[in-house]
C-alpha cells in the first residue's frame, strides 16, 4: 500500500464519516418536526372527540413512543414522540408512528381497524399540514381520504356493536 492509497483512504473514510453525521443531524432536526406534527394530530383527534368521551366506552390515552425504521434502530433513535390510543367499547385503536421518509415524510399506523386479515390502515401528513387516511389491501392502489373529525368518527363508529333485535 503505498502513501496515497493510505491518503485516499483516510478521504474516503472523512468523507463518510462527514455524510454519516449530515444524516444524524437531518434526522434530529427532521424528528423534532414530525415531533410537533404528531403532537397537534393528537390535539385535535383529541379536540374532535372531546364531547364524545365516556368512562369504559370511549376513552383516549397518549403515551412516550420511540419511533424507529429499519434503518434508524429504535435504540439508535433520536425520534422520541408520542403514540395515541384510543380505546371504544373495549376495542383499542392505536395510532403509532412507523415512517420517516424523504421531504419529513411521516405516516402513522392506525391498529385495530382492519377487520381483514390484510391491509393496513395509515394516516400520512402532507406538506400542505393535512394528513390523509390510506387504507391498503396490497392487492390495488390504496384508497385515500381526506382525514377530519367527521371522518374519523365514521371509521371508529364501526367498532361499536349492533343490537340485535
Known sequence: MNVDDVRQL?????HYAESEAHKKQLFESQSVV??????ELFDLIQQWLAPVLM????????????????????KTSTF????????IVGKPVEF???VMGAAGQISLAVMGLTAARYGSVSLVGLPD????????DGLKEPEVFAFDGDFLASQLQVL???ERG
Open 96 to 98: 403509532v408512528p412507523d
Open 34 to 39: 414530525w415531533t410537533n406534527r404528531i403532537g
Open 10 to 14: 483516510g478521504e474516503m473514510l472523512r
Open 160 to 162: 361499536i356493536p349492533r
Open 55 to 74: 368512562p369504559d366506552l370511549l376513552v383516549l390515552s397518549r403515551d412516550p413512543y420511540v419511533a424507529f425504521s429499519p434503518s434508524v434502530p429504535v
Open 80 to 87: 422520541k414522540t408520542e403514540k395515541l390510543t384510543i380505546v
Open 129 to 136: 399540514g393535512n394528513w390523509q387516511w390510506r387504507k391498503a
